[in-house]
């Protein structure tokens, strides 16, 4: 571990849970609360990039995983932040980091989470697509109560 790492980890050791650390690469959980300091820290004081941004769905909710590059070492950081699926709902770090405006847009658009604090929220990809409404956000899956653990897609194309 460089020193430039050890000082990110130790600073914010309390605010993180399970990482894995692989050759190059660190994943963490983080609270949404978090969220904000954490990537100006990365961004800001570190000098990474936010490479991207991805979301996914998962039994319990929807995680939304951001990968940040310092490209001086090639190591990346992958903060993950959890919320739940009734109302997916993550702060926006594109106040701290413009470039993060599309990729929470897509995010909105195809899984419903609500970027807060996001400067112009709206939907991107099926923006004019008449297969979808303005609220269908077509990764998401509805889930069937009826058979446990089966999942449904929304209506639309995928």
């Known amino acids: 571990m460089t020193e430039k790492e ?3 980890f130790e600073k914010y050791k309390d605010k993180m849970s399970k990482i894995i650390e692989k050759k190059k690469r660190y994943y963490f959980n983080i609270k949404n609360e978090d969220l904000r300091e954490i990537a100006d820290y990365l961004f800001n004081k ?3 990039r936010l490479s991207i941004c991805t979301a996914t769905e998962i039994y319990d909710g929807l995680e939304v995983l951001y990968h940040f590059t310092d490209d001086t070492t090639g190591t990346y950081y992958n903060p993950r932040v959890k919320t ?3 109302n997916p709902e993550i702060n926006s770090i594109t106040p701290i980091l413009e470039g993060a405006n599309w990729i929470e847009r897509e995010m909105y658009d195809l899984f419903g989470i609500k970027f807060k604090g996001h400067p112009d929220l709206k939907k ?3 923006i004019n697509s008449p297969e979808f409404s303005k609220d269908d956000h077509p990764m998401r899956f509805k889930r069937n109560h009826k058979a446990k653990g089966e999942r449904q897609k929304v ?4």
């Open 84 to 86: 739940n699926l009734e």
């Open 155 to 158: 209506k639309g194309k995928r």
């Open 124 to 126: 991107l990809l099926t």
């Open 6 to 8: 050890k000082i990110f």
């Open 46 to 48: 570190m000098k990474c």
